[in-house]
């Protein structure tokens, strides 16, 4: 049964510095993993989705990476603002094919001006 | 482009009291359509999910169901709401083609039941 855990559950940050969010998933037979951001009482948006044939995806300040090998992924914000603020998610397809995601619980990230 | 539509977005209602959450997809055709409910402390649990019309999957034993009477729409219902009912319901969609199409959720309804 695929699981996705991440850790910190909360992260405050200054304005201005560099972060890494972390992901790890359970089953690494995925084809993807896909990143979102949810304000408070908002729906989800999706960020980067990346492949499992890529080691990397790019948008503007984010960047993600995936090691499917050891089932992780991590999500790396620049420069980072307060306008950052949010939840942070991920997930991954719970088994192969076009199957429904499996979220983690989320990140919630506090970028103090 | 395409576009999800979810309504309303919040909603107070009586326990025992009937619930009808309407989700629509513009822009896109046969998607494969989902619910989700988002409860404090325990992330995003999938309720159902459809890959064409009439075909529902039910993830959750509970009193909840769900219909996809058009190919692009999709509601959650309920004939008898019980306190435990009370989250953040998010309908999503995704293009059928390709393992890779990403998902894209609508802005939720807030349930809550007194």
């Known amino acids: 049964k695929q699981e996705v855990t991440q850790i910190p559950a909360a992260l405050s940050v200054p304005e201005g510095e560099n972060l890494v969010l972390n992901c790890s998933f359970t089953d690494s037979a995925i084809y993807n993993l896909q990143w979102f951001r949810q304000d408070p009482g908002k729906g989800l948006t999706s960020l980067l989705l990346?492949?499992?044939?890529?080691r990397e995806q790019t948008s503007g300040r984010l960047n993600a990476s995936l090691d499917k090998s050891s089932g992780r992924s991590t999500l790396y914000i620049a420069a980072s603002q307060p306008g950052d603020s949010a939840t942070y998610l991920c997930?991954?397809?719970?088994?192969?094919?076009?199957?429904?995601?499996?979220f983690g619980k989320g990140t919630r990230l506090s970028v103090i001006a | 482009s395409q576009t999800i539509h979810q309504w309303p977005a919040t909603l107070v209602q009586p326990v025992g009291s009937p619930l009808s959450l309407e989700c629509t997809v513009e822009g896109t055709s046969n998607p494969n359509l989902y619910w989700y409910r988002q409860a404090a402390g325990r992330g995003l649990q999938l309720l159902f999910y459809?890959?064409?019309?009439?075909?529902i999957s039910s993830e959750v034993p509970q009193n909840l169901s769900a219909s996809r009477p058009q190919d692009r729409q999709f509601i959650l219902s309920s004939k008898k709401l019980l306190l435990s009912d009370s989250g953040f319901y998010l309908c999503?969609?995704?293009?059928?083609?390709?393992?890779?199409?990403?998902?894209?959720f609508g802005n939720g309804t807030r349930l809550t039941v007194t």
């Open positions: 997930a991954v397809p719970r088994n192969s094919g076009n199957t429904p995601l499996v």
């Open positions: 459809s890959v064409g019309i009439g075909q």
């Open positions: 999503a969609w995704r293009d059928p083609g390709g393992r890779n199409s990403p998902l894209h």
């Open positions: 990346i492949q499992s044939s890529q």
